[in-house]
Protein backbone atom coordinates (compact mmCIF):
# COMPACT_ATOMS: atom_id res chain seq x y z
CA UNK A 1 0.00 0.00 0.00
CA UNK A 2 3.09 2.32 0.91
CA UNK A 3 4.62 1.80 -2.12
CA UNK A 4 1.14 2.22 -4.09
CA UNK A 5 1.49 6.05 -1.89
CA UNK A 6 4.71 6.90 -3.16
CA UNK A 7 4.06 5.71 -6.79
CA UNK A 8 0.72 8.49 -6.77
CA UNK A 9 2.47 10.93 -5.19
CA UNK A 10 5.52 10.65 -7.95
CA UNK A 11 3.82 10.24 -10.50
CA UNK A 12 1.57 13.80 -9.46
CA UNK A 13 4.60 15.87 -8.16
CA UNK A 14 6.35 15.16 -11.91
CA UNK A 15 3.36 16.12 -13.70
CA UNK A 16 3.28 19.20 -12.15
CA UNK A 17 6.73 19.61 -12.34
CA UNK A 18 6.45 18.69 -16.35
CA UNK A 19 3.72 20.62 -17.28
CA UNK A 20 3.63 23.79 -19.03
CA UNK A 21 3.04 27.33 -17.62
CA UNK A 22 0.49 29.82 -19.19
CA UNK A 23 -0.12 32.95 -19.15
CA UNK A 24 -3.90 33.86 -20.20
CA UNK A 25 -5.28 35.95 -23.28
CA UNK A 26 -8.21 37.86 -22.72
CA UNK A 27 -10.23 40.28 -23.87
CA UNK A 28 -14.12 41.53 -22.94
CA UNK A 29 -15.41 38.35 -25.10
CA UNK A 30 -12.98 35.43 -24.68
CA UNK A 31 -10.14 33.97 -23.20
CA UNK A 32 -7.55 31.52 -23.91
CA UNK A 33 -4.16 30.62 -22.36
CA UNK A 34 -1.30 30.89 -23.90
CA UNK A 35 2.16 28.60 -23.47
CA UNK A 36 4.99 30.33 -21.57
CA UNK A 37 7.32 31.60 -24.09
CA UNK A 38 5.27 31.74 -27.03
CA UNK A 39 4.41 35.15 -28.56
CA UNK A 40 0.22 36.67 -29.22
CA UNK A 41 -0.26 39.80 -31.41
CA UNK A 42 -3.13 41.35 -32.05
CA UNK A 43 -3.40 42.19 -35.78
CA UNK A 44 -6.50 44.31 -36.75
CA UNK A 45 -8.62 42.53 -34.16
CA UNK A 46 -7.63 38.63 -35.57
CA UNK A 47 -5.18 37.85 -32.58
CA UNK A 48 -2.03 35.31 -33.37
CA UNK A 49 -0.52 32.94 -30.87
CA UNK A 50 2.59 31.24 -31.67
CA UNK A 51 6.02 29.46 -30.54
CA UNK A 52 8.86 31.50 -30.95
CA UNK A 53 9.81 28.98 -33.73
CA UNK A 54 7.04 30.15 -35.47
CA UNK A 55 6.30 26.55 -36.82
CA UNK A 56 2.62 27.50 -36.81
CA UNK A 57 0.18 29.24 -34.74
CA UNK A 58 -3.36 29.54 -33.65
CA UNK A 59 -5.59 32.75 -34.76
CA UNK A 60 -8.76 33.82 -33.14
CA UNK A 61 -10.98 36.44 -35.16
CA UNK A 62 -14.55 37.66 -33.76
CA UNK A 63 -17.65 38.46 -35.83
CA UNK A 64 -20.60 40.21 -34.88
CA UNK A 65 -23.63 40.69 -36.48
CA UNK A 66 -23.42 38.04 -38.85
CA UNK A 67 -26.26 36.09 -39.58
CA UNK A 68 -25.66 32.66 -41.10
CA UNK A 69 -27.31 29.68 -41.38
CA UNK A 70 -25.75 26.58 -40.41
CA UNK A 71 -25.32 25.30 -44.09
CA UNK A 72 -23.85 28.78 -44.47
CA UNK A 73 -21.52 28.73 -41.58
CA UNK A 74 -20.03 25.54 -43.22
CA UNK A 75 -19.52 26.59 -46.69
CA UNK A 76 -17.90 29.67 -44.91
CA UNK A 77 -15.48 27.15 -43.29
CA UNK A 78 -15.34 24.92 -46.50
CA UNK A 79 -14.44 28.10 -48.46
CA UNK A 80 -11.71 29.39 -46.18
CA UNK A 81 -9.44 26.37 -47.21
CA UNK A 82 -10.56 26.29 -50.66
CA UNK A 83 -11.09 22.70 -49.91
CA UNK A 84 -13.54 20.58 -51.96
CA UNK A 85 -15.07 18.76 -49.37
CA UNK A 86 -18.16 17.74 -48.25
CA UNK A 87 -20.14 20.21 -45.77
CA UNK A 88 -21.08 17.02 -43.65
CA UNK A 89 -17.11 16.92 -43.21
CA UNK A 90 -17.61 20.11 -40.92
CA UNK A 91 -18.79 18.40 -38.02
CA UNK A 92 -21.48 20.44 -35.50
CA UNK A 93 -22.69 20.31 -32.12
CA UNK A 94 -24.09 22.08 -29.04
CA UNK A 95 -21.39 23.69 -27.35
CA UNK A 96 -21.07 26.19 -24.26
CA UNK A 97 -22.91 28.58 -23.13
CA UNK A 98 -25.38 27.64 -26.19
CA UNK A 99 -23.21 28.43 -28.69
CA UNK A 100 -23.17 25.99 -31.80
CA UNK A 101 -19.50 24.69 -32.05
CA UNK A 102 -18.52 23.46 -35.74
CA UNK A 103 -15.09 21.47 -36.15
CA UNK A 104 -13.11 21.04 -39.43
CA UNK A 105 -9.69 19.74 -39.83
CA UNK A 106 -7.83 19.90 -43.24
CA UNK A 107 -4.68 18.94 -44.77
CA UNK A 108 -3.14 21.61 -46.93
CA UNK A 109 -1.03 18.85 -49.81
CA UNK A 110 0.59 22.02 -51.42
CA UNK A 111 1.67 23.86 -48.07
CA UNK A 112 1.88 20.38 -45.75
CA UNK A 113 0.40 22.38 -43.21
CA UNK A 114 -2.39 20.97 -40.94
CA UNK A 115 -5.42 23.21 -40.10
CA UNK A 116 -8.11 22.63 -37.45
CA UNK A 117 -10.74 24.88 -37.21
CA UNK A 118 -13.41 25.79 -34.61
CA UNK A 119 -16.37 27.93 -35.30
CA UNK A 120 -18.45 28.97 -32.33
CA UNK A 121 -22.23 30.44 -33.46
CA UNK A 122 -24.81 32.30 -31.61
CA UNK A 123 -27.47 34.57 -32.78
CA UNK A 124 -25.55 37.04 -34.56
CA UNK A 125 -21.77 36.37 -32.93
CA UNK A 126 -19.10 34.03 -34.59
CA UNK A 127 -15.89 33.30 -33.25
CA UNK A 128 -13.17 31.74 -35.43
CA UNK A 129 -10.93 30.08 -33.65
CA UNK A 130 -8.10 27.92 -36.01
CA UNK A 131 -4.28 26.08 -35.38
CA UNK A 132 -2.18 25.73 -38.52
CA UNK A 133 1.06 23.34 -38.29
CA UNK A 134 3.64 22.47 -40.30
CA UNK A 135 3.39 18.38 -41.02
CA UNK A 136 6.79 17.93 -40.04
CA UNK A 137 6.60 19.83 -36.65
CA UNK A 138 2.73 18.24 -36.22
CA UNK A 139 3.72 15.56 -33.65
CA UNK A 140 4.84 15.47 -30.00
CA UNK A 141 5.11 18.52 -28.21
CA UNK A 142 4.67 20.64 -30.67
CA UNK A 143 0.97 19.21 -31.07
CA UNK A 144 0.51 18.97 -27.64
CA UNK A 145 0.80 22.22 -26.83
CA UNK A 146 -0.98 22.82 -29.74
CA UNK A 147 -3.90 21.37 -28.70
CA UNK A 148 -3.92 22.29 -25.15
CA UNK A 149 -4.30 25.97 -25.71
CA UNK A 150 -6.72 25.51 -28.83
CA UNK A 151 -9.30 23.76 -26.66
CA UNK A 152 -8.68 26.36 -23.13
CA UNK A 153 -10.56 28.83 -25.92
CA UNK A 154 -13.47 30.25 -23.46
CA UNK A 155 -16.28 32.50 -24.03
CA UNK A 156 -17.46 34.47 -21.08
CA UNK A 157 -20.84 35.83 -22.51
Known sequence: MMKKILLFSAIVTGSLFFAQKAKIYENSNYSINVPDG???????????????????????????????????????????????????????????????EYLYEHFDEKEKLFWITKVFQKDKNLY???????????????????????NSFKIKK
Open 38 to 100: WKSTNDSEIINIFPTSQIGAITISEYHDLALSKEEVKKFILALYHSQDQEDKVKDKRGQKGYT
Open 128 to 150: LVSINCGQKFWNGNYMTQFNETF
